[in-house]
């Protein structure tokens, strides 16, 4: 008999990819509150801040998942005053 292929092992494997779907449920929850709370902070910026905000956040070079979330809060705000996000 296969062992990749008994009922013990796919019992494993789908435990496995619940508890992945779960972490991923987990992680995106995280995500979406971390920009909201982006998001209300940019709702309170003048429009020359955010544009200042912008203009800094062109020069800086560094990543990580909580800096995507900064700047998926910063887009968006953006996106709602009509103000230019891309970089040039």
């Known amino acids: 008999m296969n ?3 008994d009922l013990k092992n796919k019992k494993n494997n789908e435990s ?5 779907a779960e972490s991923s449920t987990v ?12 998001a209300a902070r ?7 801040r955010l544009k200042q905000t912008v203009d800094h956040e062109r020069k800086v070079r560094g ?4 800096r995507s979330y900064f700047l998926a809060a910063l887009r968006g705000e953006c996106e709602k005053r009509g103000i230019d996000y891309c970089w040039k």
Do not use: H, L, Q
């Open 16 to 20: 496995v990819m619940a508890a992945n």
């Open 3 to 5: 062992p990749n292929s």
């Open 63 to 66: 990543w990580g998942s909580e």
């Open 27 to 38: 992680d995106a929850g995280y995500a979406e509150s971390r920009i909201s709370a982006y």
């Open 42 to 48: 940019f709702a309170a910026y003048s429009d020359e």
